[in-house]
């Protein structure tokens, strides 16, 4: 049993005993609680570090669904020309609040989540860091870049004359739901990366069918009728519903969708962190 305490005159210093029965979920909760100011401190480096020595900064985090989504809309715009029409919204805004969604947050959070522990070895393996600590972390990076994307896309609805109703209050809602699905799957990935790292490769190649099976920049009503139920299975439809329902169409979407995104949301994250809970101790060494 190996007991590590704080000096004595910092009695309340969190006391770590390797020996202790865990509590998956209930645990890795207390302990992302504990290590908040750490959190904090490593989503601001996420931030930084990222666009260190980039000329424009951190200002790539507003112009890479930007540059994404124009050039989407230069393809695309002509073909799908008509999504304006049944949604009532210019296209470019259509397109650019599904790719903020689902390949810049989802995506590129869940990949920054699932290599986490990789990337964080060399500090795994010297310090008693929490390892779900980094995982979370990136989580919530992805999730702060695609708030700092609500800026221009709020500034392009504007410029289209969009309005803008009052159900963008509701927002955080979908913001929380998508954090809590990232961290899920994220620490899903991670638990498994450590063992065989080609996980993270062939998570991305999934990231991207799954992605194209999502309504991100085409309208679901060019998909036959007999198989749209496959595009509606996937999850992250119901993510993008509830988006796109609070960001412009002024209204909740069905209840089954709401019904989706609060089942995936959940069970995803308590199985990612049981599932990392249970390989924990297994992972430091393979590091």
């Given amino acids: 049993m190996v007991h590590i305490r704080g000096a004595a005159s910092a009695p309340s210093q969190p006391v770590y005993d390797s020996a202790a029965r865990r509590r998956p979920v209930i645990d890795e909760v207390r302990t992302l609680w504990t ?86 070895g060399a500090i795994l393996s010297k310090i008693r860091v929490p390892g779900e600590v980094f995982a979370f972390t990136a989580a919530i990076a992805a999730a702060v870049n695609f708030c700092f994307g609500l800026v221009p896309l709020f500034g392009i609805m504007a410029l289209t004359r969009t309005p803008i109703p009052w159900t963008v209050l509701a927002l955080p809602v979908a913001i929380v739901a998508m954090l809590m699905l990232v961290t899920g799957v994220g620490m899903l990935i991670a638990s498994a990366a450590v063992h065989f790292y080609d996980v993270i490769d062939f998570t991305r190649v999934i990231l991207q069918l799954v992605v194209w099976m999502v309504p991100t920049f085409y309208p679901i009503e060019i998909i036959p009728d007999q198989y749209q139920i496959f595009v509606k299975l996937n999850p992250l439809y119901s993510y993008l519903q509830l988006f796109r329902g609070l960001l412009y169409r002024g209204a909740f979407p069905p209840l089954w969708n709401l019904a989706v995104v609060a089942v995936s949301s959940v069970v995803l994250l308590v199985v990612g962190v049981w599932v990392f809970s249970k390989s924990w101790r297994r992972v430091v060494v393979k590091l």
Avoid: C
Wanted: charged share 15%.
């Fill in 35 to 120: 290590h908040r100011s750490l959190i904090r401190l490593l989503v601001v480096r996420d931030l930084t570090v990222r666009y260190k020595r980039s000329v424009l900064g951190v200002w790539w985090t507003l112009l890479n669904p930007i540059l994404t989504a124009s050039v989407m809309w230069v393809v695309f715009s002509k073909i799908f020309d008509r999504v304006a029409r049944g949604e009532s919204v210019p296209f470019i805004v259509y397109l650019l609040s599904g790719v903020l969604l689902i390949p810049t947050f989802f995506g590129q959070g869940v990949i920054a989540a699932g290599s986490s522990l990789m990337g964080s």
